[in-house]
């Protein structure tokens, strides 16, 4: 069985149904998740969740439920699901309520909706590294909140899938932000440099995996912006995101980074991340 997780419910997808007046339909106005599950365990839980709550919290929306009722209905779905490899995906919207921007004035209650997708590891991709294009970040000057209006990410990834692209890296003028749905580093001189998590890109949980890991391995690390020059010069570039891990970046705008080989420092993070996600959730197969 197919089961989604509604409010509270657990229903069968075909029977999984949003009113058209729910405000995530007509206004993205809500906010989502995905979290990767390995083993049938949740990779990251708590850290997905409680960016869920802030992101709700950044929006002034309130949440029916604790996080912890929460990790339990999707521990639930999973089991019923029966999920090993794959992902959660989950969002909330500001509810149904007949369509005025400003918020409803009577209080409605969120619309949760979580499912979960079988999902393999991207392995081919994360051994050979994928192909990017650089695209001008168009999107709002919220971006660490993981909000269900895309347009900006959707617009980006689309031209980078028309150029035969993984993803498309984002930039302000000169200033490097983020991919359309990943976090971007650069490796010079052995130091790694990453956006910092402000307002201008998501806080990435696989970000903060890798940072971590950097502290805890002795490589360094640098939470600071860099140029499109300086993603130009790099000695190797990854992305990561939940889906797609430690990924290698071979190619930008058609130009090779590092001869077009995954570079040493990447292959290490991308081993220290396997080793985390064993430690959460047991040895993958
Ligand atoms: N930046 C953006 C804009 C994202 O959409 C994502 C994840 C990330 C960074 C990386 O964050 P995590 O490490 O927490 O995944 N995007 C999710 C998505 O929409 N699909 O998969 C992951």
Redesign the pocket.
Known sequence: MNWTLINGEFVERSNAKVDIEDRGYQFGDGI?E?IRVYNGKMFTVKE?LE?FFRSAESISMSLEFTIEQLATQLQELIVKSNLKLGIIYMQATRGVAPRTHAFPAQNVPSTLVAYTKELERPLQKLENGVQTILVEDIRWLR?DI?SLNLLG?VLAKQKASENGCYEAIQSRGQEVT??????IFIIKDGVIYTHASDNL??K????DVILNLCVDNGIQVEERTFTKEELAAADEVFL????SEVMPVIVIDGNAVNNGEPGLVTRKLQALFEAEITRQCGTLK
């Open positions: 989502y995905v997905h960016r971006c993981k990410n983020e991919g359309s749905s990943s976090n890109i998501l990435g949980i696989t970000k990561s995101s939940t889906t």
